[in-house]
């Protein structure tokens, strides 16, 4: 009885943990399905996003390390600090300027390439915005503070207590994380049905060809979905650096996202949000329950175990979109 | 005017069919295997060894064993790491059991392990495809390092699972160990880099290759004129990871000298040498060599030139190294998306009309 | 251009030649990657001790002290080419602040002559001077830091400790698995229950580990971890409210970094050390004189005085007296590397010296010999007060169960010494 209500709080908490991975995997997700390129900087876009958060809260002067190596200055901050949502709607920005960017430098020369190319691109890109955000913010661990609380949620464990005679630890972060990834999803869901532009999102996800014969811009949609990822990531960038603080292995959450999408397929909303719940809970009760038995620190490979185990019986992920190959 | 096949005649299939039916390229290639034999072993030093040539071999294997499976046969894999990891504790675990036979025996049937389990986990290929396989292999690179990690038979119950080689000899000369001489070490690898090299392109354009690249065509077209995807893609598999446990048995050997399997066999081992290939050229044995030396080169290259040349701080040199690799990734990209080898050859048909184009 | 493309190539490659004459002291640190945050600090403290030993006294003995940086990121392979290019320059001593870079270069070392020192982390049982001839680790290593933590332990616990439970959690990798073995040992003499949790680096998910904690109720948590592990780890102990003063992180993991994410709740949070903390010693008005004020730090000037930078300016601090130490042996000031270990193992740092250098009761007194490369590895606690934002020490210096580590590590070191062909030496 004790192991099960144990395993129950495990459960739970995988939930919450899983809602995390699919934060990350909706950034990959909405690139794939508008663009068919599977951005492999998305895990450092989210590390980037954090890091021009802090930069800008803290009054950070970008690049000051590279000025003051260069002329021997010894500039760091403006000395003043921003409101977090101001800094969020600013860094938002900053995303959308660097989706804009992307489109402009990259993603516009490589039309039509393969997907691979595509994906080796944002293999260049990756190294690009991990060096280029060290260069700006520097490569020290930050602090990120945005106002979320932290910490066991003293009303579940009270109520739990009542209930099981054990109280369940749930941290507030992830709560609001849930709450946040799920307003979010709606958002997007919302925009994509009922606004011109998300209609257009989806008739270029659809067939790029028809798109463009009925007067679609491409361009704007790439960059329109760029800055959409860029958003998404700076909120994972938010709830990881919360936990973490800001620092480059941020930017290896993608990893965690990777099972997640093979699992709900690289081409579903709804998948990459199954995908991770059903991740972050198997993980979690395998390392809880079979882990100790095995010498523990599984995680890592159970995620992509258990994906592999279901792509064998289903080869397109649970919600991908069927594939049909004809010769 | 001087690169061209004009006045080149063949008078036969077999003159025909060469490797290098150009007679400059033929020299060319002459001229590099006899600087590579003839003439490196004597001036190499300690330096040029350890941070330029060997890892540039050693790369170039894993690079070509990588560039059969997704290059030639078309099935991505991301679990290159994981699989040099096997090659690397094989090469580890017959050396110290068997310390008297010879180590290229045991480099060899590294790989013939390391081929093995990388058939095992190539099955699931037969159902899974694309970035989904990509994702699956994965799940061989992680299983791998966890296990190598986890069980204390691997590396013989050393105190903190670290994996030390001892020294070994091939013809009297220690290549293994901290006592093995610069020249020794990267003979030793060219030696391998050049059979595996040679045997790889012959591979690639008999019968087997043919199939593998029908396969990656269209795997279910390749299917209906007899190609059969089972043998195709596991003999892929199979070979692939036979030189990739060669590549991970020399990287532990005689490059590293000791290792930790989480750290030099981890996930940035798998993709670095994916980028390898990609940059290289995919499906071209001459694309492996020239991937790899541009991942290995090319960082170094830049950190001398920033830090030595320029005298700037290391860590912003570190970090615009990044910037730079990223944006030459991106550019190289751009300019020709089928990697270097594509510019290579595009490179050579403009110097066959050199200097009168049409 | 080919030709001039080849030239640059080949220009590019050549390591930088080095000026002659000084003594080379490289320091292989890591300033971007994972550890990038734990590194820099540590950087910083190794260069600005030699920059003020430069500045204020010209060197020691009159020979100026050049410091080459070169940049690991924490990888193996990019470890070896650090060290094959300074090889080139002629240097006296290597200190990577990595164990897996540390035990890649154990071998090489060893023929090519050059020492490696490697306090408070690296090859445990290099402590053994018969077998390691070139590595020392003094003052403290791994296996003091686990029985320091047990015998503190002890003393909360008034000595008995049958039937407590204490979890290990650390990082899955070389470095977090060295303690194992003595903490087997020592729970069985001391009859505690040993829990082994490892987490997967980097350590950004730790959320089962913690709950496995919340479950089995261990009496206290001995924490080894590195990089971000170290964050989430005290933040997750935060959130289940795991007291703090029952955790006990290695040096490693008691950096400001580590506990100033987790904020107020990581008060209390208790850490080993092998030297002081904070900038209250003599040794820091030289300093601001001679290189912070004078604009020289290394780096961005910005961690001075912080646990890593006062790791960091200690590793120099016990380099730079085994120079000064090897010139007195050589009875020249112009030292190779070889007389340099020589040095090493005349090395006598008494609690008077410390004095003299300006940091009074910041290290223990360090003598070793060809025996002994590890000195008395003795260590001490460190607690964090959230609300000052600051380190206090706790505890004087406690002295490891050498009884149980001594045995451990001749048993390692003649593995050691079987594998790779050693004969013991000082004999």
Redesign the interface.
């Known amino acids: 009885m004790d192991q099960l209500i144990y395993a129950t709080e495990v459960l739970l908490n995988g939930l919450m943990t899983g809602v995390m991975y699919a934060l990350v995997a909706l950034g990959f997700v909405l690139i794939f399905k508008a663009s068919g390129v599977f951005n492999y900087a998305q895990g450092v876009l989210a590390l980037f996003a954090a890091l021009t958060l802090v930069g800008i809260q803290q009054g950070q002067i970008p690049f000051a390390h590279m000025i003051n190596a260069m002329f021997g200055t010894h500039l760091e901050t403006f000395g003043w600090t921003v409101p977090s949502l101001v800094a969020i709607l600013l860094t938002a920005m900053v995303m959308v300027v660097l989706a804009f960017l992307i489109e402009k430098l990259v993603l516009q020369h490589l039309v039509g390439q393969e997907p691979i190319i595509l994906f080796m691109a944002t293999i260049g890109l990756a190294y690009f915005l991990e060096g280029l955000g060290d260069v700006m913010w520097g490569a020290d661990i930050k602090t990120l503070d945005v106002g979320l609380p932290q910490g066991i949620s003293e009303t579940i464990e009270g109520v739990t207590a009542d209930w099981f005679g054990y109280g369940f630890f749930i941290d507030r972060l992830d709560l609001w994380a849930t709450a946040i990834a799920a307003a979010l999803v709606a958002a997007l869901v919302a925009f994509a049905q009922y606004t011109k532009q998300g209609r257009a999102m989806r008739a270029v996800a659809d067939d790029h060809q028809a798109a463009l014969s009925v007067g679609i811009s491409l361009r704007f949609i790439w960059v329109m979905v760029w800055s959409i990822a860029g958003f998404v990531a700076l909120v994972a960038g938010i709830m990881w650096g919360t936990k973490s603080g800001v620092q480059f292995s941020l930017s290896l959450i993608a990893l965690k996202a990777l099972p997640v999408l093979m699992l709900g397929g690289f081409t579903s909303i709804p998948g990459a949000i199954v995908g991770g719940l059903i991740i972050g809970v198997g993980e979690k009760l395998f390392e809880f329950l079979i882990g100790p038995m095995i010498g523990g620190a599984t995680e890592n490979w159970f995620a992509y175990v258990l994906a592999l185990i279901f792509l064998v019986f289903r080869p397109q992920g649970l919600f991908g979109e069927r594939i049909i190959e004809r010769v | 005017m001087i690169y061209r096949e004009a006045g080149d005649f063949k008078t036969g299939y077999r003159e025909d069919g060469q490797t290098f039916p150009i007679k400059l390229d033929r020299w060319a290639y002459y001229g590099v295997l006899a600087v590579a034999f003839g003439i490196i072993p004597f001036v190499i030093n300690d330096y040029w060894a350890s941070a330029v040539l060997v890892p540039f071999l050693i790369y170039a294997i894993a690079a070509m064993g990588l560039n059969i499976l997704t290059g030639y046969a078309g099935q991505v894999s991301l679990g290159t790491g994981g699989f040099m990891a096997v090659g690397a504790y094989a090469v580890y675990k017959l050396m110290t059991a068997f310390p008297d036979v010879n180590i290229v025996i045991h480099i060899l049937l590294a790989g013939f392990v390391t081929a093995f389990v990388g058939m095992l986990f190539g099955l699931p290929s037969l159902r899974i495809k694309g970035f989904y396989l990509a994702v699956a292999t994965l799940a061989a690179q992680f299983f791998l390092v966890w296990l190598f990690n986890k069980v204390p038979w691997f590396y013989n119950y050393s105190a903190s699972g670290q994996i030390t080689a001892p020294e070994r000899t091939f013809l009297g000369e220690a290549v293994t160990g901290p006592a093995s001489s610069a020249p020794a070490k990267y003979l030793i690898c060219l030696g391998f880099a050049f059979v595996l090299a040679w045997l790889a392109r012959n591979l690639t354009r008999g019968m087997l290759g043919r199939k593998w690249m029908a396969i990656r065509d269209m795997d279910i077209a390749a299917e209906i004129i007899g190609v059969n995807p089972l043998g195709a893609k596991l003999s892929a598999f199979a070979i692939s990871s036979f030189f990739i446990g060669v590549a991970g048995a020399l990287l532990f050997a005689v490059y590293l000298g000791a290792a930790e399997v989480g750290e030099a066999f981890g996930i940035n081992k798998s993709f670095l040498v994916l980028f390898m290939i990609i940059i290289g050229g995919l499906g071209s044995i001459f694309g492996s060599f020239a991937g790899a030396a541009f991942l290995v080169l090319l960082p170094v290259l830049l950190k001398n030139l920033l830090v030595g040349s320029l005298g700037w701080p290391t860590d912003l040199a570190a970090h615009l190294e990044l910037m730079i690799v990223g944006a030459l990734i991106v550019f190289f990209l751009i300019v020709e998306p089928h990697g270097l080898a594509r510019l290579w050859a595009l490179a050579k048909d403009k110097l066959r009309l050199w200097p009168f184009p049409h | 251009m080919t030709l001039k493309f080849t030239a640059l ?1 080949a ?6 030649a080095p000026a002659m004459a000084d003594l080379v002291v490289p320091n292989l ?1 890591y ?4 550890y ?2 734990n590194g ?1 600090p540590y950087a910083d403290g190794f260069n600005d001790y030699f920059t003020l030993l430069n500045e204020r006294d010209g060197g020691i003995g009159g020979e100026r002290i050049q410091v080459p ?3 690991t ?1 924490y ?3 990019k470890g ?2 650090c ?3 300074l ?2 320059q002629n240097p006296l001593v290597m200190n990577p602040l990595s ?2 870079i540390t ?2 270069l ?3 070392v ?3 002559g050059i020492p490696l020192y490697t306090p408070g982390y690296g ?3 290099a402590k053994n001077g018969k077998v390691f001839e070139w590595v020392f680790n003094a003052p403290a290593n791994y296996w003091d830091g686990a029985s320091v933590a047990v015998k503190h332990i002890l003393d909360q616990e008034g000595g008995d400790l049958n039937g407590k439970k204490i979890a290990l959690v650390y990082h ?4 977090g ?2 303690p194992i ?1 003595t903490l087997q040992e020592l729970s069985e003499k001391h009859g505690f229950e040993l829990l ?10 730790q ?3 913690w ?2 904690i ?2 089995d109720k261990p009496d206290y948590v001995i924490m080894y971890a590195w ?2 592990m170290n ?2 780890a005290i ?1 997750e102990a ?4 795991f007291p703090m003063d029952h955790m006990i992180g290695i040096w490693w993991s008691g950096s400001e ?1 580590d506990v ?2 987790a ?1 107020a ?1 990581a008060d209390g949070y208790k850490a080993l050390t092998f030297h002081g903390v904070g900038q209250d010693y003599p040794l820091y008005d030289d300093m601001k004189t001679h290189v912070l004020d004078a ?1 020289k730090a290394s ?2 000037g ?1 961690q001075v005085g912080t646990v890593l930078y006062s790791r960091g300016a200690y590793a120099a601090l016990v380099i730079a007296e085994a120079i000064r130490k090897g010139q007195e042996v050589a009875g020249t000031s112009q030292i190779s590397a070889a007389q340099l270990r020589d040095g090493f193992e005349a090395l006598d740092i008494t609690a008077e010296r410390m004095d003299e250098l300006g940091l009074p009761d910041f290290g223990q007194p360090v003598k070793l010999s060809c025996e002994n490369h590890g000195g008395d590895g003795l260590a001490r606690l460190q607690q964090w007060s959230a609300s000052e934002e600051k380190w206090t020490l706790i505890t004087d210096f406690i002295e490891p169960d050498e009884e149980v580590l001594a045995p451990l590590i001749a048993e ?1 070191s003649a ?2 010494a079987a ?3 050693v004969t013991e030496r000082c004999n």
């Not at chain 3, 220009?11 to 930088?16: R, V």
């Not at chain 3, 300033?31 to 994972?34: A, I, K, V, Y």
């Not at chain 3, 082994?196 to 998910?205: F, K, N, R, S, T």
């Not at chain 3, 935060?238 to 409210?241: F, K, L, S």
């Open positions: 190539v220009a590019g490659l050549m390591a930088a640190s300033r971007t990657g994972p990038a945050a820099i940086e070169c940049e990121a990888n193996t392979e070896v080419e060290y094959e290019s090889k080139g164990t897996g035990y890649q154990i071998p090489k060893g023929f090519d090859r445990t049982s899955n990798s070389a470095y698995k060295e073995r082994e949790l490892p987490v997967d680096a980097p350590g950004q998910e959320k089962s580990q709950l496995q919340r479950r990089g971000v964050q989430v933040q935060v959130n289940i409210r970094n100033k994410p904020g709740g604009g780096g961005a910005d390692d593995a050691y594998e790779a062909g």
